[in-house]
């Protein structure tokens, strides 16, 4: 059975930094890309960055403007959000996910596991 689970959330101010982790457990991963969602109150989720098993990782530049930076742990399937210079619009419930093969996608629809979320607020 896969499971995803992610830490590292909480309660910061604005300016602070959180590093979020997700271990993926159930199968090897060694061949899928795993990534991060997050959905807000009230809206859609959606792409955050994600990290392919070939080494390329992509980070949504339009929501989070070099503020974040994915890395990924692949023998030990772990993924990580480092997230700085919080705003209060990246208050959200940060989803853990994963797909299979190597192809960085931002379709909520496209990746197979999620995880239960994490939630993040920051404070003005």
Known sequence: QVQLEESGGGLVQAGGSLT???????????????????????????FVAASSWIGSSTIDAASVDGRFTISRDIPNDTVYLQMDSLKPEDTAVYYCTVRRGAVITRGVHEYNYWGQGTQVTVSA
């Open 20 to 46: 979020l982790s997700c271990v993926a457990s159930g199968r090897p991963f060694n061949s899928y890309t795993m990534g991060w969602f997050r959905q807000a109150p009230g809206k859609e989720r959606e």
